[in-house]
């Protein structure tokens, strides 16, 4: 992600805005896949924990993700 936008508090601490993502959960192992590549795969592709094929009956939510500061997630991409 390069279009994102990052705030800057007063107190120097730098934060991201909040986004949501989808996440799959599997029924066979309860794996939570929350990857984008795994959730554009879904449901023609397979639990990456277990290697089952998604059923099409996985739960499938949106989590929101909350602001926080950039050092935690500084170094994930
Ligand atoms: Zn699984």
């Given at each position: 992600m390069s279009d994102e936008t990052i705030f800057t508090m007063?107190?120097?601490s730098?934060?991201?805005p909040a986004s949501s993502r989808d996440v799959v959960s599997c029924t066979?192992?309860?794996?939570?896949v929350d990857?984008?590549?795994e959730i554009n795969s879904y449901p023609d592709g397979f639990c990456p924990m277990c290697n089952?094929?998604?059923t099409g009956a996985e739960k499938r939510s949106t989590?929101?993700?909350v602001t926080m500061p950039e050092s935690i997630t500084g170094g994930a991409a």
């Open positions: 007063d107190d120097g730098v934060w991201r066979s192992c309860g794996n939570e990857t984008i590549e089952s094929t998604w989590m929101v993700q």
